[in-house]
């Protein structure tokens, strides 16, 4: 046999099949082509033993993106780039990275608990009518899963189940976080940037530590909370003197954990309805913040003596009274009792995986009742800056580990409370050469002035104790002569 003949036949028998297969699909009756292709398709899943699941790009009535193949693509984007020869690369909204997917027609294998499988993408295109020379098409992809059938009752539940999971997960890992803030019963948002991150914060490596392993912890906890019956949630109370990291603090964990951050101006709540309204529109993944709360509304401890004082003060002059009422029409209407039901309460539980964050400079002014364990389930002091906390800004602002100086900082800071937000301007690189030594003699500098500071102003205070004495004494001399 010929060459010419070697591939004249075959070429003749694929065209034959082909003609016959238009033929087939042009004048066979729709309804016996259709009953011809189904009892086809069962005829071939007697001797094919593999499965097959078609997930569509848009699903519904309303032709919605679906979230199933959402996440199948985000999965994938994982085995994609290793295995497929044709990718895709797009920035996709509200992401940091390039997004890598399969093309068309492409296929990769997956391993579950030992089983194989194959995912393959596909794309069908449906000319619709229309009135232009040049008519239109409707791409609709989609994702195929194939496997044996033999495996179904473990692909069906936990792969599948395994599959969402952490394509979510790593929606979430590549999402552009946001930073929200309320205006009335809204939010807005910008993006969130914020470099703070846990290796470059000012404190105790151990209490650091500790912190970080209790919000890693909380992130895997899901499973523990419903077991137990809570919801998923955490609160922190952040208190210490203004310059210690507060915010810093709240910017790192958001960092840690990847999530959302919510800043609640309370003082822009009208009423507690608007302020559930605001609970429910927040994402899971996120921290809610409430900065300076003793400052925000009166929800400290002396409520109850200040209303007794006010009322007694209205009793004597109404004038003020009508003025007050006019002023709290305006202003918010959000009582301790709303903010209760907004960190524990039964719509607190909308949602999961939430942290909620107060910070304040005076904790002794706050309501027991608000940072009670259960509701502010972890109270971090934020204090001074003492040397190990001097250490981690000395190397991230001077890449210094050691120096000459450390030894008289040490002393220096153990004698004198300063802030570290006020030791990392004196660390701040004034030159162009950033001369670390110069850096370093202003700060003893400064902490030495501080010093010399608190020193007069114990001098002071020791001699207006004194003063306060004697005065008390003559007092007291005075009254027993006039007795005698």
Request: proline letters at 4%; charged letters at 30%.
């Amino acid at each position: 046999m010929t060459p010419k003949d070697m591939f004249g036949h075959p070429g003749s028998i694929i065209a034959s099949l082909m003609f016959v297969w238009a033929m087939f699909q042009q004048y066979l009756p729709y309804q016996l082509r259709n009953c011809i292709e189904k009892y086809s398709q069962r005829l071939l899943s007697l001797v094919y033993p593999y499965i097959q699941i078609r997930f569509n790009e848009f699903t519904g009535e309303r032709l919605m993106r679906s979230e199933a193949y959402s996440a199948i693509e985000n999965y994938l984007s994982s085995n994609t780039s290793s295995q497929a020869k044709r990718l895709k690369a797009d920035i996709v909204k509200n992401t940091e990275s390039l997004v890598l997917s399969m093309d068309d027609h492409e296929e990769v294998a997956d391993e579950f608990k030992g089983v194989k499988l194959w995912w393959a993408s596909g794309k069908n295109i449906i000319k619709t009518p229309s009135l232009s020379f040049h008519p239109v098409s409707d791409e609709k992809r989609f994702y195929r899963l194939t496997f044996h059938k033999r495996h179904r009752d473990l692909i069906l539940r936990p792969y599948l189940n395994h599959v969402l999971k952490e394509g979510k997960a790593i929606k979430v890992r590549n999402r552009q976080r946001k930073l929200y803030t309320n205006n009335g019963s809204y939010w807005s948002h910008v993006v969130f940037e914020h470099p703070a991150t846990f290796q470059t914060l000012a404190m105790d490596p151990v209490k650091k530590k500790e912190i970080i392993d209790d919000l890693i912890t909380f992130s895997k906890a899901e499973e523990f909370y419903a077991r137990v019956g809570r919801a998923w949630k955490r609160g922190f109370l952040l208190y210490g003197p203004p310059g210690t990291g507060k915010s810093t603090m709240i910017a790192a964990m958001a960092n840690l954990l990847c999530y959302d951050l919510y800043d609640l101006e309370l003082t822009a709540v009208k009423d507690n309805t608007e302020l559930r309204k605001l609970l429910i529109e927040t994402s899971s993944k996120s921290i809610i913040v409430i900065e300076d709360i003793d400052c925000s509304l009166d929800l400290t401890g002396q409520r109850k003596k200040e209303k007794e004082k006010v009322e007694a003060e209205e009793e004597k002059d109404p004038k003020p009274k009508v003025e007050k009422e006019e002023k709290d029409a305006r202003g918010s209407q959000v009582t301790l009792s709303g903010l209760l039901n907004f960190i524990d309460g039964l719509w607190s539980a909308c949602g999961g995986e939430r942290l909620i964050v107060f910070t304040t400079n005076f904790v002794e002014k706050l309501d027991p009742a608000l940072i009670r364990k259960g509701r502010m389930d972890k109270h971090i002091e934020l204090s001074y800056c003492r040397f190990e906390a001097f250490k981690v800004l000395a190397k991230n602002y001077l890449y210094l580990e050691s120096h000459d100086l450390f030894p008289q900082i040490r002393e220096l800071l153990e004698e004198t409370n300063i802030t570290p937000a006020d030791v990392a301007e004196h660390l701040m690189p004034k030159t162009i050469s950033g001369d670390a030594t110069f850096c370093l003699e202003g700060l003893i500098q400064a902490l030495e002035t501080k010093k010399e500071e608190a020193r007069l102003k114990a001098e002071e205070e020791r001699q207006k104790i004194e003063q306060s004495a004697k005065e008390e004494a003559k007092e007291q001399d005075k009254i027993m002569t006039d007795e005698g």
